[in-house]
């Protein structure tokens, strides 16, 4: 299980209103994974994750956040980011050119 798994499962029962499992969710996901993700969250299919996304960040449909990038301010739909803090580096990206 990964950690997405386990925000789904987190955000699932957040949808339903069924208490405490959400919250032992996002301890899990801390302990285990050392990261953060609220179960409040709107994450979409095939999303994956190699980044710090620090604070109530959007980033756009069809985006790609490089490995270890810094993203501190919204990601424009169709861009490429990288780096720390986290810039701009290719806008009109087709998001298929990113997967692995």
């Known amino acids: 299980m990964n950690a997405i798994a386990l925000y789904r499962l987190g955000h699932w029962c957040h949808d339903r209103r069924i208490p405490l499992v959400p919250r032992l969710v996002r301890i899990l996901l801390f302990l ?3 990261s ?3 179960v409040t969250a709107q994450i979409g ?3 994956t994750f190699g980044a710090r996304i620090l604070g109530p960040i959007r980033v756009g449909r069809g985006s790609a956040v490089g490995a ?3 993203v501190l301010e919204d990601v424009p739909a ?3 980011v990288t780096g720390v803090p986290a810039r701009i580096v ?3 990206i ?3 050119d990113y997967w692995a």
Do not use: M
């Open 45 to 47: 299919e095939g999303t």
């Open 36 to 38: 953060v993700i609220p």
């Open 90 to 92: 290719r806008s009109n």
């Open 94 to 96: 087709d998001i298929r």
């Open 68 to 70: 270890n990038a810094v």
């Open 32 to 34: 285990v994974y050392n």
């Open 78 to 80: 169709g861009c490429a």
